[in-house]
């Protein structure tokens, strides 16, 4: 499985910005996908992720981030409104095997990783 992160980019806060994952191999639709996010000088946290028809949010995402998944394209993507300078880090995409009913949130419990993208905001 690969993974291609994109979209991410410099953006006032406030402002919107929306990634996308594209996956290739086998990525069955009942697989996790999930977004993760390291700023320097933290750990790689959880942001989101979508299994089936669920999806889970990091607290400070929620309400802001939309996590969606488009099965016929093998396509994960991350719409993110009214960013903040804390949003600033680099955003990787995530894929393991699905579990009926359950959201890893450990980045340990995820599979395969892509490259990572950029996101900035500016305060």
């Not at 919107?16 to 994952?21: I, N, Q, Y």
């Not at 990525?27 to 750990?43: D, E, L, N, Q």
């Not at 955003?91 to 009926?100: K, S």
Request: charged share 15%.
């Amino acid at each position: 499985v690969q993974l291609q992160a994109s979209g991410g980019g410099l953006v006032q806060a406030g402002g919107s910005l929306r990634l996308s994952c594209a996956a290739s191999g086998s990525t069955p639709s009942s697989a996790v996908m999930g977004w993760f996010r390291h700023a320097p000088g933290k750990v790689r946290e959880f942001v989101a992720a979508v299994n089936g028809g669920s999806t889970d949010y990091a607290d400070s995402v929620k309400g802001r981030f939309t996590i969606s998944r488009d099965n016929a394209k093998n396509t994960v993507y991350l719409q993110m409104d009214s960013l903040k300078a804390e949003d600033t880090a680099v955003y990787y995409c995530a894929t393991r095997r699905g579990v009926v009913g359950i959201i890893p949130r450990r980045p340990s419990s995820y599979d395969y990783w892509g490259q990572g993208t950029q996101v900035t905001v500016s305060s």
